[in-house]
């Protein structure tokens, strides 16, 4: 079981003006992470060799504490996380928008993509088939390779729609 990140105001009193530093006003973990499981898109943003950051909208579902995405392996996102895991996800949900920073990497355990391809139909009725390790949607002509990527965040920040708000999540 993962523990429950720190939550914190983002912002010290000397540098907060006019952004609240009350901890009342901090939202606590929990809360955000089941408004991202909800979403249907996300967006992620990856870094290309050259340095150049890649942001693609990207559907995903949240396995216990990871956000799990699927990608084209031969994608610009695909080729970006197999390369470089550090991305980060954005979204924007009923209590504002969450900016998460994170380390990615290919599911290739079995028992997970299973579990990924589960959750995958539940929530987009998206279909993956499994074979010797790898998943292809085979909905669609020549049954394209996707890849599983495993997001495991390591910082966070939720800014409240008043534009007065924001905490700060250390994993």
Not at 4 to 16: C, N, Q, S, V, Y
Not at 90 to 117: F, N, P, W
Request: charged fraction near 25%; hydrophobic fraction near 40%; charge should be negative.
């Amino acid at each position: 079981m993962t523990p429950t990140p720190i939550a914190e105001p983002l912002f010290r009193p000397e540098d907060a003006v006019p952004m609240s530093t009350d901890e009342a006003d901090v939202l606590a973990w929990p809360v955000a992470a089941e408004q991202l499981a909800t979403l249907a898109k996300y967006w992620l943003a990856t870094g290309r060799a050259s340095g150049r950051p890649h942001v693609m909208p990207v559907m995903g579902v949240w396995l216990g504490s990871t956000l799990t995405v699927s990608s084209r392996p031969g994608t610009v996102k695909g080729r970006n996380l197999l390369r470089d895991g550090r991305c980060v996800v954005t979204a924007t949900t009923e209590l504002g928008d969450l900016v998460l920073e994170g380390d990615a990497g290919r599911v290739t355990d079995v028992a997970r993509q299973r579990e990924a391809a589960a959750a995958f139909v539940a929530k987009y009725d998206w279909r993956f088939g499994l074979r010797d390790g790898r998943a292809y949607d085979d909905s669609l002509p020549g049954s394209p390779e996707y890849a599983f990527f495993e997001i495991v965040p390591v910082k966070g920040f939720g800014y409240g729609p008043d534009g007065l708000t924001a905490t700060r999540w250390r994993f």
